[in-house]
């Protein structure tokens, strides 16, 4: 049975498990999966191909498009994968629809680097996993759930089932809805700031971000525990 959701936005550098964990997501959620991808113009594609990152005005069109795609996703939820490296890109996204949700799966840079190079049939190079760092600015201070990449995917869905606030009611208002309320959940039994009865512990590692508070997770290695 569908279990409909605010807007979940899977974020994070390229293969941190956008398209892994998003799609094991929207199926445990029984809700649309989109990937972000797909809503490259060819150019831009093109141009990852041949190892030049993209700019802000490549980006543009791309956002829009995800943007026009979470706005027609709010009644059956959606999860859709989006790198949504930047503050201002995620700005985007929350403008279609302000209830955007964002899981931030962190990686560290080697991990990152060599998912990417082991990838097959994938346009993107690992050569541009050191721009995708340069850009990225981590979920701070934003509704949304900061985890721990490396961990296996179904604990990060996990995770996220535990953490996901529920939706307002889907409704023209939907775009002008208050954000979840900031709330910290703890990080592998660590108290990083006020729990409450509705967040249960984790054995993941995760930090619940919210607009008023920081994030500051180390990410785990590959594999570890
Ligand atoms: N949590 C995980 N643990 C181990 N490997 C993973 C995990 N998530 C993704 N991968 C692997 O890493 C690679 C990149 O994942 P992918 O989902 O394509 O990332 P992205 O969409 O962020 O670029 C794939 O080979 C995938 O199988
Ligand atoms: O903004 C960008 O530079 C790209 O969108 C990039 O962030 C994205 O990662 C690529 O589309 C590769 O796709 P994967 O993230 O699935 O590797």
Redesign the pocket.
């Known amino acids: 049975m569908a279990h409909p959701t605010v807007p979940i936005v899977v974020m ?1 550098v ?8 998003g799609k094991l997501l929207a199926e445990r959620l029984g809700v649309p999966y989109a990937e972000a991808d797909a809503f490259h113009p060819p150019a831009n594609r093109e141009k990852m191909a041949r190892g030049t990152p993209l700019t802000d005005d490549d980006r543009r069109p791309w956002l829009a498009a995800i943007g026009a795609r979470i706005a027609t996703g709010t009644e059956h939820g959606l999860v859709v ?1 989006c790198s949504a490296l930047k503050r201002r890109y995620r700005d985007v996204l929350r403008q279609a629809d302000s209830r955007t949700w964002f899981l931030h799966l962190v990686i560290d840079q080697a991990s990152a680097a060599r ?1 990417v190079a ?2 097959v049939d994938h346009f993107m190079p690992a050569s541009l996993v050191t721009s995708q760092f340069e850009a990225l600015e981590p979920l701070e201070a934003e509704a949304g759930l900061t985890v721990d ?5 179904a604990e ?1 869905v996990t995770a996220v089932l535990d953490n996901l606030p529920a939706p307002a009611p889907a409704s023209p208002n939907a775009r002008t809805a208050r954000s979840p309320r900031a709330v910290d959940v703890s990080v592998r039994g660590e108290q990083y700031g006020r729990r409450t009865a509705t967040n249960r512990p984790s054995s993941t590692a995760v930090r619940r971000n919210a607009p008023s508070t920081q994030s500051s997770g180390v990410p785990q290695q590959e594999g570890t525990p």
Not at 149 to 153: D, E, F, K
């Open positions: 994070g390229a293969g941190c498990g956008k398209t892994t964990v994968s998912r082991g990838r990449a490396t961990r296996p995917p990060i």
